[in-house]
Structure formats: structure tokens, C-alpha cells
């Protein structure tokens, strides 16, 4: 969250009760979308905040600078009032990409920038999980380090400089894939078609797969590194799950904050799984504990969460818990290929190129082979982390991204 303002004028307004899960989906929204905001908690039986009247009005209100006020609006109806979500402006491109995640925007600013019509379908904010990200410190030109919304922020602006074309908070309902033209059909019933498409639909968060887990999503159990909630546990105790580098960058960030934090980890140590600068950062956390071979087992509450049971090497026990943040890994974004000829490994990620079988190139139609990054479907490309076997870091999904257009130029010339 963030006080500041934009042009001078007063930033948007969150108004809403402490705890809300509507309330954190707005502001995880607008944080990951780099709209500053101010978060406005209103207690109990409040009939008036910053001068709007309470009574009778559904929480959390969204208040513009212009006065424009929404009541318990989604997180679409805000990227809606920002003037953030339009229809596609012609419906045929070169190529279209679906996510605008590093992956989907490298490619974007690659392929815009060479002349390429694009267009970028995504169903939610634009960084997809990298978007998460409060502090990527090994990524090459930010010595500094620079917050995966802000990274997101600079790709976007770019790729729109060069004339790529974004679709934001739509999804794909439909998608057909054939002689050269891809189909994709929106969900609100407008049609894209393009010569050659890009799956770039990355991963979402694993959940714990605990009982009533999803009973206190927004309210106590957060995915990914809850930049937007840190400053709002300032003087708690928190508990962060996972031992890679999501779970360290979500610890540095809420130890800054929070009176202590806790980092539950399954295996025996950190070592194999996290990046040497963030494990030594954390080691040289005063306020930062790490408990090895911990599990989360159990979850309870009321209107939020206020225990978790802890498995410590065969013995339980429940301590008191108001915030848990997840980060252990990602399942891929692959529903679309149901009802396609894609073909998906064991774990569903995306298979292209060498690892793609003979067995599933059964109705491949060239007499080349697959492309390094194209699928069992020739035209369609994958990359970043919905790609099998691909290197889950942000530099690598942005290589992909740029070396996707390269290929992607290459189908496009021989058909034609």
C-alpha cells in the first residue's frame, strides 16, 4: 500500500473494514498494477469516512480522485473505471499472447517493436506471478533490486510504445487452432484471431490442500509474498511456507514490518532450494526464525484466521496465527489445452520441441520438426514458467519471451 499521489492529486481510496477478503483482493489488485492507493480501515458501527456517508453501502468502496465512488466493486469494475478494459481494437493480428506475465510481455515488446501485429490477453494483473514479487534483487541492470510490479509496470509501458495492444481482465472461454488461424473467443463474447499465438499463461499458487483452507483466503492466509498486507502487520507475529526464493523475498519483506516471522519449511534446510544471497539475508534476520522440517497441517478461525497445527517431525501442535503466506510453488495455467491437440506433461506444464514424444506428435502435419518453444501444434508457442522443464526464474521467462518472436518469425514466413 502506498500514500502517494499521482499528478499532484489525491491517490485512490480503498475504504473498507480491517479484515475483508473483498477488501484484500482490491488491494493485492491494485498493488500488483502499481496504482498507489491509500488503505482507509473503517471500525465497526463507523457511519462516515473520509467524508463518504457508510450507511447502507456494502464495504470496501473505491473512491476515485474525480468522486467517482464504487460500491464492493470487483477488481475488474476498478481496472474498468481506471479505463484500463477495452474490447480488442481489430480482430485479426500476427500474434496473439495470453499472459502478460515476464514471458508474455518480453515478447510483446519484441514482437511489437519488429512490426508484428500483437495482442495480449490477460485475465487478471499484468506481471503475472513475478507480479507478486516485492523485492527481485539478482535480476540484471537493478543492482538495487526492483519489485516485480514495477518491472511489470516498465514491460508494459514499453510494449505499448511499440503498438502492442493489451486485453486486460478478459480470459479465453474458447480456443481453436487450425490452418494457420487461432481462434481465441473472450469471455465476453469478442473473437481474436491471429496467424500464430504464444502460451504464456504461467503458473498460480499451489494451495496447502488443508481442510477450510479457502474459508480464510483474503483473511488470513495470503499467496505469494502479501506485498500488499506487510504494512499491516506491523508489531505481529507471521508465518511464511515454503523454502524458495518466493518464501525468502516474502520473509525480508514482511520482516521489515512485522515484530517476527516465522519461515516453515518442509525439508532440512534452505540451501538446495533458495539463493545463497536471500538465505544469508535471512540468517542475518534478528526478527526472522526458520524451522526446518515443519509442516502446516491444520488451519482454524472465525471470521478470519487465528491458528494454525504445526507437524514438527511427527508431533503436532496449534499456536495462534492471524497471518500465513504461502509460497510453495506453482501449478500451470493449462486448462485451456483440454480441449486441444497441445499435448502436456505428467504435472500438466506445457511440452514443446525436444520433449515433446513421437506418441504425441501423432497428428503433427510438417515434415520439419517442432520448433525449440512450439508445441504439438504448429503456430502455437509456450513460454516461461507454463513451459515443461523451463528455469523458474523472471530472467529466464524474459530470454524465452524474446527467443519465442525468433522462432515465431520463422513459422510465420513459411506459411505464407
Known amino acids: 500500500m502506498t500514500n502517494s499521489t499521482v499528478g499532484g492529486m489525491l491517490p485512490l481510496k480503498v ?15 491494485l498493488t500488483r498494477s502499481e496504482v498507489p492507493f491509500l488503505s482507509v480501515s473503517v471500525p465497526t458501527g463507523a457511519r462516515e469516512a473520509e467524508g463518504v456517508i457508510l450507511t447502507g453501502r456494502r464495504l470496501p468502496l473505491v473512491l476515485f480522485a474525480d468522486g467517482l465512488l464504487l460500491e464492493h466493486p ?9 479505463g ?13 499472447i495470453h499472459g502478460a506475465g515476464p514471458a508474455g510481455l518480453s515478447a510483446a515488446v519484441y514482437a511489437a517493436s519488429e512490426g508484428l501485429g500483437v495482442a495480449v490477453v490477460e485475465r487478471d494483473a499484468v506481471g503475472g506471478q513475478a507480479g507478486f514479487s516485492s523485492l527481485i ?8 533490486g526492483v519489485s516485480g510490479a514495477e518491472l511489470a509496470e516498465r514491460a508494459r509501458r514499453q510494449a505499448l510504445s511499440f503498438g502492442a495492444e493489451l486485453i486486460v481482465m478478459r480470459y479465453g472461454v474458447d ?21 500464430a499465438a504464444l502460451s504464456a499463461t504461467g503458473v498460480q499458487w499451489r494451495r496447502l490442500g488443508l481442510d477450510r483452507e479457502r474459508e480464510w483466503e483474503g483473511a488470513g492466509i495470503y499467496y505469494g509474498a502479501g506485498t500488499s498486507e506487510a504494512s499491516a502487520c506491523i508489531g505481529l507475529h507471521v508465518y511464511v511456507v515454503g523454502g524458495a526464493n518466493s518464501a525468502g523475498q516474502a520473509a525480508m519483506n514482511l520482516a521489515a514490518h512485522a515484530a517476527h516471522v516465522t519461515v516453515l519449511v518442509r525439508g532440512a534446510s534452505l540451501s538446495s532450494t533458495m539463493s545463497a544471497y536471500l538465505l544469508n539475508r535471512l540468517a542475518a534476520k534478528s526478527n526472522v526464525t526458520i524451522l526446518v522440517h515443519t509442516r502446516v497441517v491444520a488451519v482454524d478461525g472465525d471470521e478470519r484466521l487465528r491458528e494454525i497445527t504445526l507437524d514438527q517431525a511427527g508431533r503436532t501442535k496449534r499456536i495462534p496465527a ?4 504461502v509460497c510453495i510453488g506453482g501449478a500451470p495455467n493449462t486448462e485451456w489445452a483440454a480441449p486441444t491437440d ?3 506433461d505428467s504435472r500438466g506444464f506445457v511440452l514443446t520441441g525436444v520433449d515433446l514424444r513421437p506418441g504425441d506428435l501423432e497428428r503433427w502435419p510438417l515434415t520439419r520438426a517442432p520448433f525449440y518453444l512450439e508445441t504439438s501444434v504448429p503456430g502455437i508457442f509456450a513460454a516461461g514458467d507454463v513451459r515443461a522443464n523451463s528455469v523458474k526464474r523472471v530472467a529466464s521467462a524474459v530470454g524465452e ?4 518472436v525468433t522462432l515465431i518469425h520463422r513459422y510465420l514466413a513459411e506459411s505464407g
Open 74 to 82: 470487483t477488481p475488474a469494475q476498478v481496472a474498468s473505471a481506471l
Open 15 to 29: 475504504i473498507a473494514d480491517a479484515d475483508g477478503r473483498d477488501a484484500y483482493a482490491l488491494r493485492d489488485y
Open 84 to 96: 484500463w478494459v477495452k474490447p480488442p481494437s481489430r480482430s485479426m493480428y500476427d500474434l496473439v
Open 137 to 144: 534483487e539478482n535480476y540484471l541492470g537493478f543492482p538495487g
Open 342 to 344: 497441445v499435448r502436456l
Open 322 to 325: 492471524t497471518h500465513l503466506f
Open 401 to 404: 519471451g524474446a527467443m519465442a
Open 175 to 195: 480456443r481453436t487452432f487450425k490452418d494457420h488461424d487461432v481462434r481465441a473467443v473472450l469471455a465476453d463474447g469478442s473473437e481474436v484471431h491471429a496467424r
